[in-house]
């Protein structure tokens, strides 16, 4: 029986018989009855076992107890809830219901201070479907599996099913799962058109299985939880960036053609790049991830951590950057947040006391395959400015315009840090720390919008400091857990929450257990990555075990033709590039960004509209001549044929070198997409 309603502004708080509910423009979010808590609390002891960035987590729950009984108060436009396990008994959890922002906020304090777990229900129905939580790889709607989020190794195959994830898991204790990923985050969209963010660092399990609810747990009472609705899609994309933050624009040389990742010295960039251009190809950069020298482990080619320039690797590296540079072909390069045992940076870092402890307080030594490296403690204002020192003067003055900013998602949960946070909690926002380090070196040196780096791992606010994303580290398979395939729902994804600039290694990274990158897949995925905001080749871990862009003539020629299809497009490009800076709404958008009414465009993701005007449906399967693709209901012309269609599930020819492409026939973007046709 309904007793009272309070409505201030958008917030609505009806009391209850025997609870209360909580709606923020007419969505109802939160309902709490004595049969039906929507709070629990309890306590858990978990056991973490890392090995080499991988992570077996178990928890034992001691207790999980339904706070069913409730007191509302409202004082001064906002509520307060005591939350308690018996009626009449004290209050173990406080909450203050507010609207703050033009957004719903629920705020948490603590009273019970042995309370160590925490499960929220937010309300939902059978219809609902859900999508973010960082970047996911395996599923785009999320509705019907539960998400651990916590930054991680996204695994080797992702599937339990499969010969190599077995393998994984096995030899290496590396295979991974569907919701394994470098970049988590406790925010999701729901199709009824709000997001939904915890702000927490702890470990967090998201449960979308229940036809009823969606079961929120953290591993700690969050600080507080907020809500935010829209109109539209796109409306809430660009809600959700003016509380995280924006991307900056890509700098305008990205736009000038494919980054070849070439690894093996200065003669060997020399002689691959002219055998390119002598093709056609168009050459926006090198990418030389060994530029500070490799080592050799059973993994395959790995770099010397050690972050400056290796003479003897790159010999005269230093004159050919400007060189290169001069005739359009810009340099990149490779750091992460470690130092390896063996470089003078290490031993640097050691003697002032930044690098991270052990209990014993000895300073902490990560396993990363066969060598050991410290931590750089992020949490030390002194260590920070060293390490963006180290960016500026060994990278960025050095004429190094972009780099892959590695890791970030290792931190070990027994390290000492020293800020004193339990490392449980620092985990998940090391990736973020890492990405404003990066950020702030950029910024400080007066390269914001000149240099490029690229990452993997994130949470919540890296939106602001990440200025590209790419996918990680696929396997250089047809997977579609760990595949070519996955970095779609990964770029769908990430740009639900924020992060709407992505790529990937074309051709992927990974070749274990017998995985040997072929050709075909190569070429396939170049096709894909025309059409993402920077192309960029991966030699990948085993490059003598995996097809090169350059391993023959019609690889190269083919390459050279994606080139020149990305930089034919780069006018658009940098449209919805500029548009994700401004408003927030991400380069490679899902199809419902754009067609609300459409019940399939919901499920669908392995395409995406590139922009508003463009429909990309990427061929993710080896031997496909024809491909079938689903167009949302408007008119469009198939890039290659100029055959117009109406919308629907349709099939098309899809050889080598013609992804499945249609474009909006009303676009204003007409001329530029009739002239990919004729490339």
């Known amino acids: 029986m309904v007793e009272t309603m309070k409505v ?54 001691m207790e999980r107890t339904p706070l069913k009984y409730a007191r509302v108060e409202e004082k001064n436009n906002e509520y307060m809830v005591e939350l308690a396990k018996s009626e009449g008994g004290q209050a173990v959890l406080l909450l203050t219901i507010k609207e703050e922002d033009s957004r719903l906020k629920v705020e948490y304090t603590q009273v019970d201070s042995a ?39 996204p695994g080797v195959g992702r599937n339990k099913n499969t010969y190599v994830t077995w393998q994984a898991d096995v030899k290496d204790k590396a295979g991974g799962d569907y919701y394994n990923t470098n970049f988590p985050q ?45 109109e539209t899609y796109i409306d809430l994309v660009e809600k959700i960036t003016n509380l995280f933050g924006r991307q900056p624009e890509l700098p305008e040389w990205v736009y000038n053609g494919v980054i070849l990742g070439i690894q093996g010295g200065t003669e060997v960039v020399e002689e691959k790049v002219s055998r390119a251009l002598d093709r056609g190809m168009k050459v926006a950069g090198v990418w030389c991830q060994d530029w500070q020298g490799k080592r050799i482990t059973s993994f395959g080619k790995r770099l010397m951590w050690n972050w400056k320039w290796n003479e003897n690797e790159y010999p005269e590296l230093d004159k050919k950057i400007p060189e290169w540079k001069e005739n359009g072909i810009r340099f990149l390069g490779y750091i992460n947040p470690y130092v390896a045992i063996e470089g003078y940076l290490y031993k640097e870092a050691e003697e002032k006391g ?49 780099w892959m900013a590695d890791f970030g998602e290792y931190l070990p949960t027994d390290v000492v840090l ?28 007066g390269k914001l919008g000149e240099v490029v780096y690229f990452m993997r791992a994130g949470y919540t606010g890296v939106q602001k400091y990440c200025t590209l994303l790419w996918g990680g580290d696929q396997s250089v398979d047809w997977t579609l857990d760990d595949g070519l395939a996955s970095v779609i729902p990964a770029a769908l994804s990430s740009g639900m929450i924020g992060c709407g600039l992505h790529h990937s290694d074309i051709g992927g990274y990974t070749s274990l257990h017998g995985n040997k990158r072929s050709k075909e897949l190569l070429m396939r995925w170049s096709e894909m990555g025309a059409f993402t905001p920077m192309m960029r080749t991966h030699e990948g871990n085993r490059p003598d075990d995996c097809f090169q862009f350059d391993g023959d003539e019609e690889s190269l020629e083919h390459l050279a033709r994606m080139s020149n299809i990305f930089v034919t497009l780069a ?51 080896e031997s496909q001549t024809e491909w079938e693709v689903y167009l949302p209901e408007d008119e469009w012309i198939h890039v290659w044929s100029g055959q117009e269609y109406k919308g629907g599930s349709v099939t098309v020819q899809a050889p080598i070198g013609y992804p499945p492409v249609f474009y909006r026939k009303n676009s204003e973007w007409k001329e530029l997409f009739l002239a990919l046709s004729n490339i």
């Open 8 to 61: 201030n502004k958008g917030l609505a708080v009806k009391t209850l018989e025997d609870g209360f509910e909580v709606s923020f423009n007419h969505v109802l979010l939160l309902r709490h009855t004595v049969q039906q808590p929507m709070l629990f609390v309890g306590q858990g002891e978990e056991t973490i076992d890392m090995y080499r960035g991988n992570f077996d987590i178990k928890d034992y729950v």
């Open 571 to 621: 006018p658009y490009t940098k449209a919805i590039v500029k548009e994700n800076a401004k408003r927030g709404i991400p380069v490679q958008r899902p199809l419902f960004m754009h067609y609300e009414k459409d019940e399939k465009a919901y499920d669908i993701q392995y395409q995406y509209l590139y922009g508003k005007d463009l429909l990309v449906a990427p061929v993710h399967q």
């Open 186 to 230: 406790p925010t999701f969209v729901s199709t009824k058109k709000y997001y939904c963010h915890v702000e927490t660092t702890a470990y967090a399990d998201f449960d979308f299985r229940n036809p009823n609810f969606h079961e929120l747990q953290i591993w700690e009472v969050p600080k507080y939880v907020l809500f935010e609705t829209a």
């Open 418 to 445: 020293k800020n004193g946070v339990d490392a449980l909690i620092m985990h998940n926002a090391w990736p973020t720390m890492w990405a404003k380090i990066n950020y702030e070196a950029v910024s400080e040196a």
């Open 354 to 402: 930044y690098l991270a402890l052990n209990e014993q307080g000895d300073i902490y030594l990560v396993d990363f395959g066969e060598f050991y490296c410290g931590v750089v403690d992020f949490t030390n204002e002194e260590a920070c400015v060293w390490y963006k020192g180290v960016i500026k003067e060994n990278m960025i003055d050095f004429g190094i315009d972009g």
């Open 115 to 153: 309370i160590n777990r925490f499960w929220l229900r937010v309300a939902a129905d059978q219809t609902e479907k859900v999508y973010g939580c960082g970047e996911q790889l395996s599923h785009f709607n999320m509705r019907g599996k539960n998400f651990p989020l916590w930054t991680s190794e």
